[in-house]
């Protein structure tokens, strides 16, 4: 079986999207029953790798100036290079399908080149009209007629949670299957935690619909505890300026990013993870925390919440106040923190990237 693929994020660029995708070839890697050629993104020149004997990843460049924020410039560059690129490959090689990562712009080409194959799309958020409140208004012209069209005429729409299907269901009636996302669960395990301090850890990119600003807010009246941040964006400097004017440059540290393996490491150290988004599909981030072992605290938004079953608690969007108190309800009770803990890993331990590139192998087939 002959697969194109293509996904504008792919590591080092881009976020979760970047790391499922990463993590599902990884599976593919040992299938040699399967053929993928992927079309991605470089930040500074175009690379070709082989990923695996069966595996080839096309990066292209689109001039990015940040390898974790995308502009719509840079959004067309990769389109249109994508499109080209993906006509020459064609031409050489018999594809049984397109997977296109993202409604849009990958969909489009899918949409485009859906008489040489079929395609399917895999909606990751900020593709779906309601999720992003930053292109509200060009979900309203222009997203929301060409999803209609793009899912629509797709042989398969997946979402990576219950909760974005819903917000997808109010673009488009058409038919939508939900395959969560993976966590590796031999690379992400727990350690054992000696501090007394509450260890807080969070790992995301730094833009406002990430809602760092409530999780800062959250602990400025904690007394015992330190909040690690793992990321960086657009909004770094201004939550750095929010910790120093809040007085509490003590209790947080911004390590920007880092090689994503190193990460084990911190989350091991850590005791409670929280992710206060505004929206989110399937956070990658909660099920390596949960995978090691973390309590969490996360808002009641998209997929995450779905992953919240006596592990944590789930609490409003954009309230410090909410989180501040099951923070000190954790600084109070530290059973509590083991216990939920210990529940997380059972979850993760069910929710493997082998099963789910089982369930995408399933949807390719009976297209194939």
Same mark, same amino acid.
């Given at each position: ?157 997946? %979402?990576?949670?219950?909760? #974005?299907?819903? *917000?997808?269901?109010?673009? +488009? @009636? ?7 996302? =993976? ?86 150290? %850590?005791?409670?993870?929280? #992710?206060?988004? *505004?929206?989110?599909?399937? +956070? @990658? ?7 090691? =072992? ?75």
């Amino acid at each position: 079986m002959k697969i194109l693929m293509l996904n504008y994020e792919f590591p080092p660029v881009g976020g979760g999207a970047a790391n499922a995708n990463y993590n599902l070839l990884k599976e593919f890697a040992k299938d040699k029953d399967i053929e993928i050629d992927l079309i991605t993104s470089s930040q500074d020149k175009f690379n070709f790798e082989a990923f695996s004997e069966n595996i080839r990843v096309f990066k292209l460049d689109v001039k990015k100036e940040n390898k974790h924020y995308w502009k719509m410039a840079e959004l067309f560059r990769w389109s249109l290079k994508a499109y080209i690129l993906s006509k020459k490959l064609i031409k050489n090689k018999r594809y049984n399908l397109c997977h296109c990562w993202f409604g849009w712009p990958s969909g489009l080409i899918g949409y485009k080149l859906r008489k040489k194959m079929p395609y399917i799309v895999a909606l990751r958020g900020s593709d779906v009209p309601g999720y992003n409140t930053r292109l509200r208004s060009l979900d309203n012209i222009l997203f929301r007629p060409l999803s209609k069209k793009i899912w629509g005429s797709a042989e398969n729409v997946i %979402a990576n949670s219950d909760g #974005l299907k819903r *917000l997808a269901s109010k673009t +488009s @009636n058409c038919k939508i299957n939900v395959i969560y996302n =993976g966590i590796d669960v031999q690379e992400f395990n727990p350690g054992y935690r000696t501090k007394k301090e509450l260890r807080i850890l969070s790992t995301s990119r730094l833009i406002r619909r990430k809602g760092i600003k409530y999780l800062i807010g959250a602990i400025c009246d904690l007394k015992d505890v330190r909040l690690d941040i793992f990321g960086d964006g657009n909004l770094r400097t201004e939550l750095e300026s929010l910790v120093s004017g809040r007085g509490i440059k003590n209790k947080v540290v911004f390590h920007g990013n880092i090689h994503h393996p190193e990460l084990k490491r911190y989350y091991q150290e %850590a005791d409670v993870f929280v #992710l206060p988004s *505004l929206n989110e599909g399937m +956070s @990658n981030s909660l099920l390596e925390a949960m995978a090691s =072992g973390l309590a969490v605290i996360t808002t009641d938004t998209g997929g995450t919440k779905e992953l919240i079953k006596d592990n944590g608690f789930v609490v409003k969007k954009e309230s410090s106040k909410a989180i501040s108190e099951k923070l000190r309800l954790f600084e109070s009770k530290r059973d509590l923190v083991i216990s939920m803990g210990k529940q997380s890993r059972k979850i993760a331990e069910n929710m493997s990237w082998k099963k789910t590139a089982e369930r995408y192998w399933r949807i390719y087939d009976e297209l194939a």
